[in-house]
């Protein structure tokens, strides 16, 4: 028996690219039901994140048009991961895929996940097989925040983002893990069972603007490493440790020159400097701890992670 197919797909300020990525998955819809590869009764869910324009609306069209095509209404903005959660585990079906609607990570994708699915694995990961459409810095960036969550200890895949496929067995056991602050690239790789990838090319987006410019990526960069990596910490014990060790050899050096060379080195830059260091030092090292602090304060109070007001 083929599986029961659920597409969810995270909708923010979509307006100009939805109408096309309907149309596209409801060729791969017609395709996939045609190769009798998935049931009938798969579906399309579009998450609306409290969208400002028009995003609603049409979700609610595309379902009047197509009972195939879904919507669940957030009450508010919540954030991407947040809302790709939501539809997760909202959505119905043997298998899951999350994609996101800006159409760069190509849909058709799809059919090399199933298959993959078909020979066990619980997990398909899309990843890019070349960024030829990003910007010099944009692929500067996204692959030194990769390889900084690698470096920084957490269990990422390497160019995916959130385009992959699920099983319902996973999706259950993704149900498992509860804390408010969601980094789903972190979290899903340690759910375990049988993984594969699926590489697939990366395009321009076909409309609309960006969701994650480098102010988000760098907070969102930072919210993964403080959710899944001690480092940072370990970080600051080792530069305490560090200048601790410095700041003896100073002082040696100081009481060297004092008893066997007659005289020290007058100025204010032996007493001013190293204050600043330390000071420097010492403000970096509390904002890393309040971050880890705000982390656990929020996860304290188990606030639900967000509210679904409509689900077609």
Partial sequence: MPPRLGIVIP??????????????LTILLDELLAEQRITADSRVYFVDDGS??????????????????????????CGH????????????????VSL???????????????????????????????????????????????????????????????????SRRAIENLRNYEEVNLFLRGIIPQIGFKTAKVHYARSER??????YPLRKMLAFAADGITSF???????????????????????????????????????????VVPMYFLGGIQLLSIGVLGEYVAKAYLETKRRPRYFIDKVL
Avoid at 52 to 77: C, M, V, Y
Avoid at 130 to 147: E, H, I, N, V
């Fill in 11 to 24: 909708c923010y300020n979509e307006e100009p690219v939805l109408p096309e990525t309907h149309r596209q």
């Fill in 52 to 77: 400002r324009d028009a995003t609603w609306s049409q979700i609610e069209h595309f379902s009047k048009l197509d009972p195939r095509f879904g919507g669940i209404k957030l009450s508010r903005n």
């Fill in 81 to 96: 991961q947040r809302a790709l959660l939501a539809g997760l585990m909202t959505a119905e079906g043997d298998v899951l």
């Fill in 100 to 166: 996101d609607a800006d159409l760069q990570d190509d849909p058709r994708a799809i059919k090399g996940m199933l298959d993959a699915h078909a020979d066990g694995n619980d997990i398909v990961f899309g990843v890019r097989n070349s960024r030829d459409t990003d910007t010099a810095f944009k692929r500067l960036t996204a692959q030194g925040f990769y390889r900084l969550m690698i470096t920084m200890g957490v269990e990422v895949v390497f160019d995916h983002a959130d385009y992959r496929l699920m």
């Fill in 206 to 211: 076909f409309a609309g603007e960006s969701k």
């Fill in 229 to 271: 990596s001690v480092v940072p910490l370990r970080f600051i014990s080792g530069l305490g440790l560090a200048t601790c060790l410095l700041s003896l050899t100073m002082a040696a050096w100081v009481i060297f020159g004092a008893l066997f060379a007659g005289q020290v080195v007058p100025g204010w830059a032996s007493t």
